[in-house]
């Protein structure tokens, strides 16, 4: 189904150069959106998948462990789509001042990226609404790193930005201008909090990521706090307790897609192709996420027999190290001191254990500041990272 742009072009001339930048309608999407049974489904089945993976996070011994790993994949993920190299291991290393196998600055910013989305879950438990005050906050902690001093932190652009290309002239979408965006993101902060009307909390959050991604109201930024929006609803609007969902695995995956279809919108308003492939998306990442969660638990609960059957007297501090190591997988003798509050003879001894079970691993090869790895952990953890995904439904012409 073909309809009308979801907005307006205005004509701007800047620095010599005339071009056309886009206007978003404000939300819902008008004419509405053309729900067929099979959309509809969709929407049902990623409901249950999250669903699952809620009552996951709530009922896992060890769910807030699976957290620190979890949110630090979809920062990971969400900056690979940026073009950042860093993988997980290299920011669980950043994390402990560890060299990464990356450019520091790369994983520094994965790393403002996980801060990001902390900051907004904070300031949402304190009672803040989803609202442009929190998003600049996040974005001002997202940009707090050398290379974001340029890009205004915490504060709306005030010259044009443009998609592709190497102007607006020649670009392949141009965002509206700064002096449009108050216009364009009153409505949009209304349509978070369920103004003039409700909205499903999974449709606003696939419908507000196309809004936020279209106004692009920071210099810098607005992919990864686009994405990082996606899950922050979700927990505002109590579908998810915690933020284990990632879904910038899927979107990775079917990058080259998931570009397109955010222009579809733009320029045909084909809402429906790009519902079908965010529904698809959260459901496989809500399956995933589970998925590995429970190979995770599975994986934690054989190496604590292990532990605890081949270790003796010393398997107590072994279990307190293991336990520590399921929060940072990657840590150094140090921490895990700090961790446990164990001694460092003891953490050092139990260290030798586990290294000898097959637990962990150590990265490097000094005497002091060694670094341990939960090896299979993190091989789990990443995974699913390294693999290709299988081909997204959503295509043109419509539902599968």
């Known amino acids: 189904m073909r309809r009308r742009p979801p907005g307006t072009y205005v004509e701007v001339a800047t620095a010599g150069e005339r071009f056309r930048a886009f206007v978003p309608a404000a939300l819902p999407p008008e004419p509405p959106v053309a729900w067929s049974a099979a959309l509809r489904r969709r929407f049902d089945d990623a409901l249950v998948a999250l669903g699952r993976l809620d009552a996951l996070s709530a009922h896992l011994p060890n769910a807030a462990l699976l957290l620190y790993s979890f949110v630090r994949k979809e920062a990971v993920l969400s900056s690979q789509i940026e073009g950042t190299q860093s993988s997980l291991a290299d920011l669980l290393l950043y994390e402990i001042d560890e060299q990464p196998g990356v450019p520091v600055g790369d994983a520094r910013e994965v790393s403002r990226c996980v801060a990001a989305l902390e900051h907004g879950l904070k300031a949402l438990r304190g009672g803040l609404p989803l609202s442009m005050r929190l998003l600049k906050g996040m ?23 443009w998609i592709g290309g190497t102007r607006p002239g020649n670009a392949a979408f141009v965002p509206p201008p700064a002096s449009r965006l ?20 999974l449709i606003k959050a696939a419908l507000a990521h196309v809004q936020f991604e279209t106004i692009h109201p920071f210099l810098d930024g607005n992919g990864r706090l686009g994405r990082l929006l996606i899950v922050l609803q979700l927990v505002a ?42 529904a698809e998306g959260v459901e496989a990442s809500a399956a995933q996420a589970v998925a590995t969660a429970n190979a995770l638990l599975a994986l934690v609960n054989g190496d604590r027999d292990r532990i605890a059957q081949q270790l003796g007297r010393a398997a107590g501090s072994a279990l307190a190290v293991h336990q520590a190591l399921q929060r940072q997988p990657i840590a150094t003798s140090a921490a895990l001191v700090q961790f446990t509050g164990l001694t460092a003879a003891t953490v050092n001894k139990s260290l030798v254990h586990l290294e000898r079970l097959g637990v962990v691993a150590e990265l490097t090869n000094r005497q002091r500041g060694r670094v341990f790895s939960y090896r299979r952990y993190v091989d789990e953890l990443t995974a699913e990272l390294e693999q290709g995904g299988q081909p997204a439904r959503a295509r043109r012409g419509g539902a599968a």
């Open 237 to 278: 609007d109590g579908v998810l307790r915690e933020p284990m969902l990632y879904p910038s695995l899927f979107f990775k995956r079917h990058r080259a897609l998931y570009y397109e279809l955010l222009n579809e919108v733009r320029l045909h308003g084909d809402w429906e192709r790009w519902l079908e492939f965010f």
């Open 182 to 201: 108050a216009e364009c993101l009153k409505p949009f902060e209304r349509f978070l909090n369920d103004e003039p009307e409700p909205t499903p909390p």
């Open 139 to 161: 974005h001002g902690v997202l940009m707090a790193h050398p290379g974001g001093r340029g890009k205004t932190p915490g504060e709306l652009r005030r010259s044009q930005v």
